[in-house]
């Protein structure tokens, strides 16, 4: 008897192999990742190329850094004669203009040194103008003994023409000699009192005379001293620092305040050593202040480039020649000029932090300073002082001379 087929169905209860999917379902994944991954590698080329372009154009050509500051000129106001604060009329923070009183001292011993100077001074000029008066009389002086020289050789001649004949005594023909020489000797002595005179006057008129300078000096000494006693503002500015009070007694040189002028300002951007190779002078260069933010962008140029690194001028230098030595990127400063409109829409401080991005384009100009800047202002108070006081002396010399010759 034949045996039974087997019935390959799922009654039968046995568990054959599934059939292998098809190989196109797994396609649909695959693809899609390496679209994913193609987009991934365009996007990160066109950022490369991006930055490679904005690097050619633009990043190439500048130098930032971010370790600079804001500096100006600070004028310490010091006293330049000793004495007591009389009264102090700025406060701290307070804008001045150039020549408004700061500090006053009490100015009484001054006043009295004044007084006796001028004084001084116009008996000076009295005595001088007496010398030039004396010349006159001691020139009408010699003419007199020259005249009675003259007039006593002529007695002496007549009689010694006559004296033979007996109509003269010889003793009177000795006193006539007797007399011409005492003439002629009081004649030398009016002659050399008269030079001694000249010698005092000659070669200078009576504003000139040795005397008379010595006594002005000595008076425009006490007119600066006096004027000194009022301490001026030097220069426009705001008041910071200061330490003087009313009564305090001050000597001469101690600091009593500082004038800071905040529309002279300038940045000192530190920049690395490594970046100063292509940095020129008068490259234009953009900033921006930590105090206004980025709303606020200055222009400038590079003025100017420091003679040494920062170190270099320490207080303590470092020793590289030590054993013990450790490789450390320097620093330069380097000045940057800024425009007086930025300043004047966006005001900064002495110190504050500043941004700093130079263009470096511009080749064509030297890489060292190659002229002196701008001079810091100054003050003309003491000038001003002394051309009052000379003023005074003349006046002083022209009132007394009118009032000799009278």
Not at 39 to 54: I, K, N, P, Q, R
Not at 129 to 145: E, F, G, M, S
């Amino acid at each position: 008897m034949n045996p039974a087929p087997l019935q390959n169905d799922a009654s039968s209860g046995g568990n054959p192999a599934s059939p292998a999917p098809p190989a196109s379902a797994q396609t649909p994944d695959s693809g899609a990742r390496r679209r994913a991954l193609l987009m991934l590698c365009g996007a990160f080329l066109g950022l490369a190329a991006l930055w490679g372009t904005y690097w050619f154009f633009v990043s190439r050509w500048q130098e930032s850094t971010d370790d600079a500051y804001v500096a100006g000129h600070v004028a310490q106001i010091t006293p330049q004669v000793a004495g007591t604060v009389r009264a102090v009329r700025v406060e701290d923070t307070d804008r001045v203009s150039a020549g408004d009183t700061l500090v006053e001292l009490d100015d009484a011993d001054n006043q009295i040194a004044l007084r006796e100077a001028e004084a001084a001074l116009a008996r000076t000029v009295r005595e001088a103008r007496a010398l030039y008066v004396n010349n006159r009389a001691l020139r009408a002086q010699v003419a007199a003994r020259q005249a009675e020289v003259d007039r006593l050789a002529l007695d002496l001649s007549r009689r010694e023409a006559i004296v033979e004949s007996g109509a003269v005594a010889q003793e009177e023909l000795d006193h006539t000699r007797e007399a011409l020489r005492a003439a002629k000797a009081n004649f030398s002595q009016a002659r050399e009192q008269l030079a001694a005179n000249r010698a005092l006057t000659d070669g200078s008129s009576l504003a000139e005379h040795p005397a008379v300078l010595h006594a002005a000096a000595q008076f425009e000494a006490a007119y600066l001293a006096l004027s000194r006693t009022r301490i001026v503002a030097p220069t426009d500015g705001q008041v910071a620092r200061r330490s003087v009070q009313i009564g305090q007694k001050v000597a001469a040189g101690a600091p009593l305040m500082a004038l800071i002028d905040l529309d002279r300002l300038w940045v000192d951007a530190n920049f690395k050593e490594v970046q100063l190779d292509r940095m020129r002078l008068g490259q234009t260069v953009t900033l921006t202040a930590d105090l206004h933010g980025a709303k606020a962008r200055y222009r400038g140029r590079v003025a100017g480039f420091a003679a040494g690194t920062g170190s270099a001028f320490a207080l303590l230098p470092a020793q590289n020649a030590t054993g013990n030595w450790i490789k450390v990127v320097q620093r330069v400063p380097v000045r940057i000029e800024l425009e007086a409109e930025d300043l004047k829409a966006y005001p900064l401080r002495v110190g504050l932090s500043m941004r700093v991005t130079v263009d470096l384009r511009d080749q064509a100009s030297e890489a060292i300073n190659q002229e002196s800047a701008a001079a810091a202002p100054f003050s003309a108070a003491s000038g001003k002082a002394l051309a009052e006081a000379r003023l005074r002396v003349e006046a002083i010399i022209r009132a007394h001379d009118v009032a000799l010759s009278r």
